[in-house]
C-alpha cells in the first residue's frame, strides 16, 4: 500500500498483464486519475472511526466528482494533491496537502453543533527531504466544501501560471 492510499502489486510477468488489466476492470479498479489531483487521499473518518467527526470518504467522492466535471484539467495534474481527515488526528495526512480538508463541527449562531471543514493550504512534501506544513486558511460549513474548492482552483488557474501549488500559495 502506498502512502497516497494506492495498492501496487509488483512482479506480474508481462504477458500477464491484459488478462490482470481484465480482472481489474471488472472490480472497477481502473479508473483514470492515479495519483493523480482527482485521486484525492481521505482517512474512513466517520464510516468506520471512532474518532471521526465528518465523512471524509463522502466529502472525497463529491470533490473528485467536482474535479471530474468541472474541472477535467485537472484529470491528468500530477502535482497538485489534495487529501481529507475526518478529525485532527491527521490521518488522512490533510496537514501535509497542497489543498486540506479537516472534517469538525462548529456551533451555528443558534448554538445548533453543525459539521463543518477546516480549509488548509500550502502544505508539500518537496522530494528532497524537506516539506511544509499546510495553514489553517478557514473554516467552512461542510456542505460549501465544493464550493470552497472551487474558489481555490479558479483563483490557482487565474493566478498560478506556471506554478507548483506551494509555489503559488507562497507567492
Not at 73 to 89: F, T
Not at 133 to 148: I, T
Amino acid at each position: 500500500l502506498s502512502l497516497r492510499q494506492n495498492i501496487l502489486i509488483p512482479f506480474i510477468k508481462e504477458d500477464a498483464v491484459p488478462f490482470f488489466y481484465q480482472e481489474l476492470e471488472k472490480l472497477g479498479f481502473v479508473a483514470s486519475g492515479y495519483n493523480k489531483a482527482v485521486d484525492i487521499t481521505a482517512c474512513p473518518g466517520t464510516d468506520t472511526c471512532n474518532l471521526g467527526i465528518s465523512s471524509s470518504t463522502g466529502i472525497a467522492e463529491e470533490l473528485e466528482r467536482v474535479i471530474k466535471t468541472e474541472y477535467p484539467q485537472y484529470l491528468e495534474k500530477e502535482d497538485l494533491v489534495i487529501k481529507i481527515s475526518g478529525c485532527m488526528n491527521a490521518c488522512g495526512q490533510h496537514n501535509m496537502a497542497n489543498i486540506g480538508f479537516q472534517g469538525m463541527s462548529v456551533r451555528t449562531k443558534d448554538k445548533l453543533v453543525a459539521p463543518a471543514l477546516q480549509v488548509l493550504l500550502g502544505g508539500s512534501t518537496d522530494g528532497n527531504g524537506q516539506g511544509r506544513f499546510a495553514d489553517k486558511v478557514v473554516k467552512v460549513p461542510s456542505k460549501r466544501g465544493p464550493e470552497a474548492l472551487r474558489l481555490i482552483l479558479n483563483d490557482y488557474d487565474a493566478n498560478g501560471g506556471d506554478l507548483s501549488f506551494p509555489d503559488y500559495y507562497a507567492e
